[in-house]
């Protein structure tokens, strides 16, 4: 399984955007970037994914270099809301029927300053 | 929106008890998850299955066992609880790593 390497935790002033960069220099050619977010006491949720073009939703943009070793979150307009610990995952597969699991890290925690 | 529901939010168990943790999702979802999560160490894959009566150990599987007998629910079993399960529990479903947690269940094992 590749693993990824981010920062323990970084600061961003409301209405910047925040970067979030991920590390995963062992990734495989068949595996995506999947991004998600922990806000205090809730359970993790999904953001973005991609596998090596750059994607953009309603909610952010991932941002894949073209040797796919790393990868950024970007959050255009940060917000107090989202305040929350990231987590960068690489998919892996498992077992011999192709299954996935995902393996979490310990994430970014992001501060948004007022 | 998929739904994930775990049965109980806190929970307080006495060593050796055995406890059932419940969790079910309303989307038809063959995989599903069970995490716990622990201060610095993030969130650890306890068992997963892709289908009914079928099931896989993820990173940490000792202590824990798991039943899926319907589709839609997915039960996390701590044969003889001890302190160190005390933990959050999450429960997820979804498929191709677009997956859905639930709230979370905080068993304290006294």
């Known amino acids: 399984d590749a693993k990824t390497t981010q920062p323990p935790s970084m600061d961003c002033a409301e209405g910047r955007a925040a970067n979030l960069p991920c590390n995963h220099s062992?990734?495989?050619?068949?595996?995506?970037v999947y991004w998600y977010r922990q806000i205090h006491s809730q359970g993790p949720q999904y953001i973005i994914h991609?596998?090596?073009n750059n994607e953009t939703n309603e909610m952010a943009s991932l941002i894949i270099t073209e040797d796919r070793k790393s990868s950024t979150l970007i959050l255009p307009h940060a917000t107090l809301r989202d305040t929350a610990v990231y987590y960068c995952i690489v998919r892996a597969s498992l077992s011999n029927f192709g299954n996935e699991k995902l393996t979490f890290g310990t994430g970014t925690r992001l501060t948004i300053i007022p | 929106d998929v739904k994930v529901t775990q049965s109980s939010r806190y929970l307080v168990k006495r060593t050796g008890e055995k406890v059932f943790l419940e969790c079910v999702q309303d989307?038809?979802?063959?995989?599903m998850f069970w995490y716990r999560q622990d201060p610095g160490l993030g969130l650890r894959l306890i068992y997963f299955s892709y289908d009914v009566k079928m099931k896989e150990k993820g990173d940490i599987p000792e202590g824990y066992s798991v039943s899926r007998e319907k589709k839609e629910r997915f039960s996390l079993i701590l044969e003889s609880a001890s302190t160190n399960q005390t933990s959050m529990y999450l429960c997820?479903?979804?498929?191709?790593?677009?997956?859905?947690f639930g709230s979370g269940t905080r068993l304290t094992v006294v």
């Open positions: 062992t990734i495989s050619g068949n595996e995506y």
């Open positions: 989307m038809d979802h063959e995989n």
């Open positions: 997820a479903s979804g498929a191709r790593g677009g997956y859905t």
């Open positions: 991609g596998l090596k």
